[in-house]
C-alpha cells in the first residue's frame, strides 16, 4: 500500500500562495470564519483512515448471511451455453451483476466469456461484426435505462444489417425492492420500449422458468431470416436470489427454423422469364447467410451465364469472377429481366436520382424490363424507421430466402434450356467475361494516378496492403465510406473475406465490428485486416483497448483524411447552391488544428503503433512492421494520411 503523508502537500500551498489565491480567499473572509481554528499537522494522522477502514473499502464483503450456493443467475448462464453463446460482450454494471458473476464462477468465464468493453456501442458492434463471420449470435449485457440508451445505435445497425445479436439489459422492475439514487433513475418499467422499433423482438421475464422459454425463443427469433438484434430485460432479483425450486426448472430444447424457399409455382414462373430474357442482370445485396450462400449465387450465373452486380452487403459473389460486373452499373438499362435478391434498398439501385436543389430522380432501367425479387424482407417490418427504402415496382415477388431458393431457381433454369440457349448464353458469358477483365486492368491503370503522391492515394494505400497479405488466410472486415478498391483490385473469393458494411450507417460501426469479426476469424487463424475512416475511428477509440486485453489479432489501417469528408463534399455543395464561397466549409467539418496521431492513441491503447505516413514510400516498411505485431496476436493500427477518397 502506499504510505500517506502525514501533512498537507507544501508545494500544492505554496503555489496557491504564489498564485495569489490564498490572499485572495483570506481578503472575503469573514471574521467569524476567520476565527475557526485550524488543525495543527500532528492532529490531523488521527483523520487519516485506519487499517479497519481501509479494509472495509478494499478487501471483499464477508459472506451474505443468506449462505445461498446457486443463485438464478447460475441458470441464466446453463441455458446460454446450452445455446452455444461463445461470448458476452459487457461494459460492467450493478444491474447485471448476478449474470457477470455467474458467467465467472459458475461458468468458469467460457461459453459465454466476457469480453470487456469499455462503452456499450462498442459492445453491441462487436456482436455484430462477430455474427456476420462466425454466423451465430454473441450476447451483450447493459445496465438498466443509460447502459441501453448507449447501445442503441450499435443495435440500430444490427437491425437495419439484419445482423443477430443478443441484447440482454439488468433492471430492477419492483420498486421496493429499488436502492436509493442511481437505482430509481437507472431502472424502468419497461425498458424495451427504448429499442422495440429496432429490435425483432424483447420480453421481460417474470421468472426463472419464463427466462429459460424466452431466451431460447429469442435465440430462435433472432437468427431465422430475416435476422435481426432481440432484447431482454432481466430483473435483478431473478438473478441474484437463491433458486427456490431448481428440480422445477427445464431448459426448452432449441431448433432452429429451416429458412423458408419461395413458392415452386413463383420459382418456376421466373426461371421461364430468366432463361428467356436476352439480357438477364441479377442485382444482389445480402444473399450469403452461410458459406453455401455464395456457391449457390455463383451457380445460378453460372448456368444463365448472365451479368451479377453486387451491392456487397455480405459476400454474396467473387470479385474476379467473369460474370462479376458490379462496377458497369449501366448493364441495367439494358437488362430485359432484372432478377433482384435479399436487396436492401432495390429503388436505390434501380434509379438514377439527382440530390440538387430540386431533387428529381428517373429509373435507370428501361421500360418493358421486367423486375423479379426473391427474399425476406418483406416477411418483418416496422413502421417508424425508414431503413425499408422507397416503393419499387415489381413484376414478381418471391417471399422466400434467398440463399435456400437459390437451388430450387438453378435447376428449374436448368430443366428449360436447350442446346441453342447453351449456345447463346455461352457467347454472352464470354462478352460478359471480357467486359470483367477490361474493368479489372483499368483499375490497375486508374490505381497508379497519384501513385507518388503525398497525401498517399487510397488506391496506393489498398495495393500495398494486399501486396503484402495476398499470400495470407486473410478477411478483410471493415471499410471506410466509399473506399472501393478492394473490390476492383483484390481477389475476394472466399466466403469469409468480406461482411459487408454497417447496415444503418451509424458512425463508430467500423473500428468496434472489424474487431468483433476478428475475434470470430481468431479461433480460425486467419489473418483480420479492416480500413476505417478517421472520424469513425474517433466515435469509438476505446474499442482498441477491448483488442489489446483480449488479444483480439487485427490489422486496422485508419484512412485519416483528417475530415468527415462526405459532410464536407455536402457543405460545399450547399455554398455553391447558393452562389456563396466555398473557401470555409471546413469549420465544422475538418478534424484537424491540432492533427490527431492515430498511432499513438493506439499504443496508449496497447496496440501497435505506425504512422502518422505522408511519404508513401514510408508505408511498406510501416506495414511491415504493423503485420508482424497482428502475426504476434495483437492488434496493430496504421494512420495513413491520404487523399479524400
Known sequence: MTKRRNSPDSSRRNFLKGAGLVGAAAAVTTPAAAAVPVMPAEKMKAALPGPRQVAAETMPPGADPVNQTTSGGDFMVDVLKSLDVEYMAINCASSYRGLHEAVVNHGNNAKPEIITCVHEDIAVHIAQG?????????????????????????????????VPVLVMGGNIMEADKRAPGAEWVHAGVDIGQLVREFTKWDDQPASLQHFAESAVRAYKIATTPPMGPVFLSLDAELQENPIPDPESLRIPKFSPVVPPQGDSAAIAAAAKMLVEAQNPVIVCDRVARTPQGMANLVALAETLQCAVIDNAGRMNFPSRHPLNQSFRRALIGQADVILAIEMNDLWGTLTHFSDRINRRSRPAYKSGTKIVTLGVRDLYLKSNYQDFGRW??????????????????????RRLIDDNRKAAYAERG????????????????????????????????????????????????????????????????????????????????NLPASIGAALANKKHGRFTVAFGGDGDFMFNPGALWTAAHHQIPILYIVHNNRAYHQEYMYLVAMAARHGRGVDRMDIGTTIKDPNIDYATVARGMGAHG?????????????????????????????DVVTDPR
Open 130 to 162: 462477430y455474427a456476420k463471420i462466425e454466423g451465430k449470435p454473441m450476447a451483450m449485457a447493459c445496465h438498466g435505462v443509460v447502459g441501453l440508451q448507449h447501445a442503441t445505435m450499435a443495435m440500430y445497425n444490427a437491425w437495419c444489417d439484419r
Open 392 to 413: 419499387q415496382d415489381v413484376d414478381l415477388d418471391i417471399a422466400g430466402d434467398g440463399e435456400a431458393s437459390l437451388p430450387a431457381l438453378t435447376e428449374a433454369v
Open 430 to 509: 464470354k462478352k460478359l467475361a471480357a467486359a470483367h477483365l477490361a474493368m479489372v486492368e483499368r483499375s490497375k491503370t486508374d490505381a497508379t494516378i497519384g501513385w507518388d503522391a503525398s497525401p498517399i492515394t487510397t488506391a496506393r494505400m489498398c495495393a500495398e496492403v494486399y501486396n503484402q497479405i495476398k499470400d495470407e488466410d486473410w478477411s478483410v472486415v471493415g471499410t471506410a465510406i466509399r473506399l472501393s478498391w478492394m473490390h476492383r483490385l483484390w481477389d475476394i473469393k472466399k466466403p469469409y473475406q468480406w461482411n459487408g458494411g454497417s447496415g444503418g450507417a451509424g458512425v463508430g460501426y
Open 610 to 638: 505506425e504512422g502518422p505516413i505522408t511519404d508513401p514510400k514510408d508505408l511498406a516498411p510501416a506495414l511491415t512492421r504493423a503485420i508482424a505485431a497482428v502475426k504476434a496476436g495483437g492488434p496493430a493500427v496504421v
